[in-house]
C-alpha cells in the first residue's frame, strides 16, 4: 500500500537515526510531498485512459485496493 510505505518513510524521517543531514532530510520530505500532491500525474496527465492490462485506471485502482486483497484472502482460506 503506497500509504503505508509513506507513513514509514515519514516515520524513518522524524526518527533522525539514519544519520542524514538536514539538507538530505529536506530533499526526501519534499519527494515525499510531490509524491502525496499527485505533482508529476497534474504535470504531465495520462493521454490514453487504457493500461498494459486493458482495465482503466480506476479499475486498476479497485483490483489494487488494500479492501480487495482482503476480500480475496478471506475468499481463499474458505
Do not use: M, P, V
Given at each position: 500500500d503506497l500509504g503505508e510505505q509513506i507513513r514509514k518513510q515519514v516515520n524513518k524521517l522524524t526518527?533522525?537515526?539514519?544519520?542524514?543531514?538536514?539538507?538530505?532530510?529536506?530533499?526526501?520530505?519534499a519527494a515525499l510531498d510531490r509524491l502525496s500532491n499527485n505533482t508529476y500525474a497534474k504535470k504531465y496527465p495520462r493521454i490514453h485512459e487504457?493500461?498494459?492490462?486493458?482495465?482503466?485506471?480506476?479499475?486498476?485502482?479497485q483490483v489494487l485496493s488494500s479492501e480487495f486483497l482482503q476480500y480475496i484472502n478471506e475468499g481463499a482460506g474458505s
Open positions: 526518527t533522525l537515526e539514519s544519520g542524514a543531514t538536514e539538507k538530505e532530510l529536506d530533499r526526501q520530505i487504457s493500461t498494459a492490462t486493458g482495465l482503466t485506471a480506476a479499475q486498476c485502482s
